[in-house]
Structure formats: C-alpha cells, structure tokens
C-alpha cells in the first residue's frame, strides 16, 4: 500500500455533519493544492482499510467538497475531482483528487467551531492563512515556501519564453503562426470553435466545450449564426457550467426537444465532477419535459452513480414547486442591489457583457454566479416557457 506523503494524505473516516470535520477538510484541499496538488483518501491508513458509510461517501462527493472549499477561499475556485473504489466486503474507499494551484491560496475568512459543552468558538481557519504540506502535515507558509513559490514563478516564466523564443527561431522561412485545436483543426472564429467541438462529439461523445470557450463564444454573441447541431454541443457543455446556460436556452427556444435529449444525455456522460449539472437537470427538466420525460430524467438521476446526482433526485420537489421556486429565483434577483426584473433586455445585456469581460480578464466563482444570475433574467424575459412569462400569460 502507498503511504502518506506531501501528496498523498490517508483519513480512516470523516465525520458528517460536523463543522470541525469540514474545516478540517477545507483545510487538507487547500495545502495540497499550495503544495503540487495531491490526494486524499479516505477510509483507510497506511496499513488497514476500514471501509466508508454511504452517508460518509456522499459527504465527501467533490462537488460538495469543491463548493465548501470555495466558501473560504475566494475570489479563487479549488479544482479537484473524485473516485471510489468498491472492495470485497463491501468496504468502499474514496479519493478526492486536488489539482495544483499556479498561484498560492489564501484563507478568506475565518473558520470556527465550538465544542459540546464549551462556550468558546475554536479557531481552525483564519483570514489571510496560507496553509502548506510539510511532509505528512498541514502547516502554516514559511519562509522557505515563499522563496520556493517566487524561484518556481521565475522558472516556469523563463522556461515558456525560452520555449516561445526557440519555436519563433525554428520557423521555417515562409511560415505562419496559427491558433489550432487539440486535433490539429485551424480556428479563428466561433463558428470554426463549434465546428471542431462537434467533429470531436462524433468520436467521443463526452467531449465538451471549456468554460473558457463557452466565455469566448458569448462575448461573441452578437455574431454567431447558431444550427440545431451548434446549440447540441453548447447546451451540453453549457449544462455544466451554468454561467451562461440560460442565454443559450433562449436561443433554443425553438427546439425544445433538443435541450430534453441533452439533459438525458448528460446522466450517463461521465465528466460531471465539480459541475452544475445536477442542479441545472432537474430544474430544466420542470420546464422543458412533459411528464413522462421528466420521470425518466428523475429516475436517471436516482440510478446514477453519482452522489450529487442522486441527492438532486431525492431532493426533487414535483414540477410546481420546481416552477414556483424558479420564478421566486429569477423575479428576486438583484445585481449591485438593483433587482434585474427592473432593468430592460437592453440593460441586463450590457451588464451580462460586463461580467463576461471581467470573467475573461480574472475568472472566479463570484463573477460566473453573477453572469449565471443575469443570463437567467435575459431568459425569463426571451422565453415563452419560463414561469415568470407563463405567469404574465
């Protein structure tokens, strides 16, 4: 068996619904991502495996975990993902999967706890903490870890304009500098992003547009000519990332049944770690399948494999309720204490673009809630099926 390291921590359980447990957490992610990123595994330690609860398993789902991290580090975003592991006995091991992080993460705000029977809080988390792997263990950033950092940065930004510099110099003469995929495929506009996007769909169908790209081909929005076949591949990389799912689902409008078929698609697609898709599923299921469809999509979230997936289906309130709260949603509203349902299609476009652009610039979690937000506003008011606009009918 592996033993722990700088990159790789064991835990024999994880207490849920424990608020020490979860800062505890919080703070294991976040000194290994400052640390070269690494894993977590929980349910065993260097020598015996004890196994995992379900509840314990599902506690400890990374999107669950991506988003309580998220909570004490912004404006910066944790990536990471996670695997189980099914032995003989019914013993299950989980491991969470951090990536490294470019830059160091700083604790923004305080995490306290108290314990039973005391009436002091305990301080586990504090603002402004940079918290490393020293070896086996969480530790506080010295001096040698910030000298490290800067001498690393130096490095890498040396390395990419040596590299940068050769491949110039090694130009055949004659020769041109083009942006291409992944695949070799030429792209200077949207249309050929997309076009490459679906090509890469017919071989593998889990192949997704980036945040990035989705970010790209909004800001370029006015210009796009959209297909059926380039709204399939947008809808569905959409639907993890919702910043701007909505806008796109008004462009869809016309072909319900296109943005159904994604949303069944997507509960055997196996690339929803850290994604919105869960959430996003069943609330689009409420306005775009009839009754049978959106059996069918609850069952599928049931039967998944996924823990957030079937959280999503059990916490599942009927399609009134869905409707109402989305409503509730959408109609209360605000950016900068304004409420958007004040503000004209005009308007809400202008500040959407806003956001994008500060996205592009710095992306963060704040930034894509907010063009989440007003992007949905945009569609409530574009969409013949959003309840705000069956309200008003």
Not at 56 to 63: K, N, T, Y
Not at 110 to 133: A, C, F, H, Y
Not at 283 to 306: C, F, K, M, N, W
Request: with cysteine; net charge negative.
């Amino acid at each position: 068996m592996s033993s722990e390291g700088r990159q790789r921590d064991h835990k024999r359980s994880f207490e849920t619904n424990s608020q020490k447990a979860d800062l505890e957490l919080v703070k294991d992610v976040v000194a290994m991502a400052n640390s070269g990123g690494g894993t977590l595994v929980f349910g065993r330690t260097d020598t015996d495996v004890f196994g995992l609860s379900e509840a314990e398993v599902s506690a400890l789902d990374s999107a669950r975990v991506s988003d309580l991290v998220d909570k004490f580090i912004a404006p910066n975003t944790i990536r990471l993902s996670h695997s189980v592991q099914r032995l003989a006995g019914e013993k299950v091991i989980l491991t969470l999967t951090i990536d490294p992080e470019p830059y160091p993460i700083v604790i923004s705000r305080d995490g306290t706890w108290r314990p039973p029977g005391e009436k002091l809080d305990k301080s586990i988390l504090r603002r402004g903490d940079v918290w490393v792997r020293h070896s086996s263990k969480n530790e506080r950033v010295g001096y040698e870890d910030l000298r490290e950092w800067i001498l690393s940065a130096r490095r890498d930004e040396r390395a990419q304009i040596l590299e940068r510099m050769a491949m110039l110099v090694n130009l055949p003469e004659g020769s041109s500098l083009e942006v291409v995929t992944t695949s070799g495929s030429r792209i200077d506009s949207p249309s050929q992003l997309i076009e490459s996007a679906i090509q890469r769909r017919k071989t593998d169908p889990d192949h997704l547009l980036s945040p990035d790209d989705l970010l790209w081909l909004f800001l370029q929005r006015n210009g796009l000519t959209l297909s059926d076949d380039h709204l399939r591949v947008i809808v569905a990389s959409a639907l993890r990332r919702s910043a701007t799912l909505y806008w796109w689902l008004a462009e869809a409008e016309h072909n319900p049944d296109l943005i159904v078929e994604e949303l069944i698609a997507a509960l055997s697609a196996s690339d929803r770690d850290k994604s919105d898709a869960a959430s996003n599923i069943v609330e689009l299921a409420a306005v775009y399948a009839d009754d049978p469809g959106t059996r069918q999509i609850i069952h599928g979230l049931r039967e998944s494999e996924y823990a957030h997936f079937r959280e999503a289906a059990d916490a599942w309130p009927g399609r009134q309720s869905a409707l109402r709260a989305l409503s509730r949603r959408v109609q209360g509203a605000k950016i900068q204490g304004r409420r958007l349902s004040d503000c004209s299609i005009d308007e809400l476009e202008s500040v959407a673009t806003d956001i994008a652009e500060s996205l592009a610039r710095r992306p963060t979690s704040a930034g894509a809630r907010q063009l989440a937000t007003v992007t949905r506003a945009i569609w409530a008011r574009r969409s013949t099926r959003s309840p705000v606009s069956l309200s008003q009918g």
